[in-house]
Structure formats: C-alpha cells, structure tokens
C-alpha cells in the first residue's frame, strides 16, 4: 500500500472508495487503486523430463518449483514465459500454449502457466536459482507453491489428450 499521493504527496487515508476500503488521498481526491501483479511460469518439457529450478530467494527460498518471474508492464505474455526460463534454467524454449491461470482470494498475484518444449540452450543455473535439474514426472520434489499441484495436473491432461489427438 502507498502512504503517500502519487500525485500531490499528502499522506493518504483509508476510505471506502468504489465499494472497497482503499487509499483515498485528502488533498485532492485521488483514489489509489492496488492493481494485480502478474507473473509467468512455463512447464518447461527436456526429453520426458521437467525442468525445475531450486528458488535461491524468497518467497519459498530452496523449495523448487516452475521457471517463473513477474511480466514487465507491456512485455507480451508469452515473451516473459520465455524470459524468464532463459533467465533461471540457460534453456530456450517454445511456448506450446496455455495451461491455466491461477489466483487466489486475498492475494495480489494472479499466475499464468505455460507449457513449454526446449528448442536450445544448456541447462545451467541463473542468478535466482541454487540448482536447476530435469526431474522424471513420477519423480518430482516436493513443490513449492499451492498451484504448482493443480498446475501440473492440468499439464499432464494436456499431455495425455495431445498423445489421445495422435493415436486415435
Ligand atoms: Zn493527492
């Protein structure tokens, strides 16, 4: 939350504005609206195996989980996916599509996964990870977010009817 008028500097009140409490500034009037962050992660695929990252800051510092970052304002979706997985695994990828968005009440981060097919790079370390490794699906580690589960999930199905798509 701001304490202070991005437009004037008067220090902000709390007041129901627009249905909801939020900051009000006193001076002039102006509402501050707490927008949503959004971040990207990709389901990133190399050979049968997932590539996870080991978080080397917080939030979840060591736990594992999806290469994944916060999209920069007018950076296409898609774009950021890739970025980020260049940024902490070394690895290029092409984005195959969507795999669901995610949110949570009282949370200011709204997540959208990605499924996502190496094309290049080597698999090495970057700044915000400990270790990166490809990990077999049945033998995953312990995951460090509460989407990461239904995440998977979803890729997996996604999986499962691409291979029904082929066969049949
Ligand atoms: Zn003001």
Redesign the pocket.
Known sequence: MPTF?A????RLEERIAFGKPRPV?P????VHFEDPKVGVGVVVELEGRIVLGQRAHEPKLGGWSFPSGFVDAGEVLEDAAAREVREETGLEVRIDGLIGAYSTAGERTVFIAYAGTVIGGELCAGEECLEVRAFAPEALPALAFPHDAAILKAWAARDNKENEAQTS
């Open positions: 008028c437009d004037c500097g008067a500034c001076g002039c009037g102006r």
